[in-house]
């Protein structure tokens, strides 16, 4: 469930409108639902409320200062790839000792900067990366907190680009080297084997891939457990959320569509899963991402031209691939529907943005209601993925965001100043 829903022909979020919202902030606009994201968090954290466990949200869905701080309010800890991504969690009040550090390229600022924050562990992805926190460690005369990313070879049956399981991937020890790896880390003074990770991949919308993983990696997790006398198991992110169909304008009823009904729910997830991780008496940690805050999200976008070719109907609007890469980069659907719902009848039509690349589109051949000029779309769960994925490309500004709470709503990051853009650059002195 989410809380875009249409009040008489008006798209709200939760109980304000957004049409407001766009007179006030113009477009494109980021707008987000602090109610969905806590929703969606409790909906997890109350499905594993039987298991000893730790949510750490994997902040590279959306590391808004704003959302972040919605969830650290909630108790949420943070899944992080980068110094860049540690410093937020610190600035938005979340804590690092409720942290992992994850990535197959961790640095040695980076590395320093995490143990001298006090992380609570990294998760790490080869026997190099082992060498060089342990000599970071030593170093700082401290000990690091270090869980192997276990490469389980489980193919998570989604998009080729956000799987991540398989030995066709970067990520993680293979599966049949984690037990010598563990017994070289063993000699490694400097670290502590705190637990065990796996992460196959993005966008699972079935759960038999992570019933799969969860089975093979458990009981190697219970006898490394015993040995080492690991505190956790890391189970990774990688739920999915409904993406289509979304709600009918004049209808609030998208969550009865068959698509939906299919979706990988919280209950699913963890009737699946806890009796298989209940048994090895170690705290759980996941790391969802996308389930948190794709559907609390929706990006708006005034429409600009509607150009009707022999062939298409084109609507172009003002978002473009900068703001929103998920369909060129992974073909995949967003929802599309008017702020004003219509009554009119609907056309075939390709949603594309202003830039000037083939792959600037949001929706191909789609029935959409007819809409001109001046008109508003919302593209809907665009929450995970979305605004952290913007560029400047074409050097364009970075959409605006803003965040609603019941009646209320808050900038939570103002539109980019174009200045802001070239800001850094410079003419070297030969050219002037
Ligand atoms: N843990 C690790 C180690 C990850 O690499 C990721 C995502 C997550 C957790 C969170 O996964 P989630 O729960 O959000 O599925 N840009 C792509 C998705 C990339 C996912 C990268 N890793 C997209 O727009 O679909």
Known sequence: MHDFHYVGSELYCEGVPIKTLVERHGTPLYVYSQHTLTDHFQKLDR?????????????????????????????????????????????????????????VGKTETEIEFALRQGIYCFNVESEP?????????????????????VNPNVDAGTHAKITTGT???????????VEGVYARAAKLR?????????????????????????????????????????????????????????????????????????????????????????????????????????NAGALITRVEYVKRTGKKNFVIVDA?????????????FHEIVP???????????????????????FAKDRALPKVGEGDHLALLSAGAYGAVMGSNYNSRSLAAEVLVHDKDSAVVRARQDLKEIWKHETIPAWLR
């Not at 594993?48 to 730790?54: A, G, I, Q, R, Y």
């Not at 959306?62 to 650290?72: C, D, E, G, K, P």
């Open 167 to 177: 030995y066709e991937n970067k990520f993680g020890i293979a599966f049949e080297k």
């Open 129 to 149: 990366e082992l060498a060089r926190i342990n000599r970071v460690a030593e170093r700082l005369r401290k000990t690091a907190p270090i869980a192997v990313r």
């Open 190 to 294: 400097h670290l502590r084997l705190l637990g065990i990770q796996m992460h196959i991949g993005s966008q699972l919308t079935e759960v038999a891939p992570f019933e799969k993983a969860v089975r093979k990696l458990a009981p190697l997790a219970a006898k490394l457990a015993v040995k080492y006398g690991f505190e956790f198991i890391s189970i990774g992110g990688g739920l999915g959320i409904v993406y289509q169909p979304a709600l009918e304008s004049g209808s609030q009823t998208w969550w009865k569509t068959t698509a939906a009904r299919k979706i990988l729910t919280p209950s699913i997830y963890a009737s699946t899963l806890v009796p298989l991780l209940q048994p090895l008496g170690l705290r759980v940690l996941l790391e969802p991402g996308r389930f948190i805050v794709g």
């Open 339 to 361: 702020l004003q719902s219509k009554g009119s009848g609907r056309i075939a039509s390709d949603v594309v943005g202003p830039i000037c690349e083939s792959g600037d589109y």
């Open 47 to 103: 499905a594993l409320s039987p298991l000893n466990h730790l949510i750490c949200y994997a902040m590279k869905a959306n590391s808004n200062q704003a959302v972040m701080r919605t969830l650290a309010n909630l108790g949420s800890g943070f899944d992080t790839v980068s110094e860049g991504e540690l410093r937020r969690v610190i600035a938005a009040g979340g804590k690092v000792n409720q942290c992992v550090f994850a990535g």
């Open 320 to 332: 473009a691939m900068n703001d929103l890469i998920r369909p060129a980069f992974y073909d995949s």
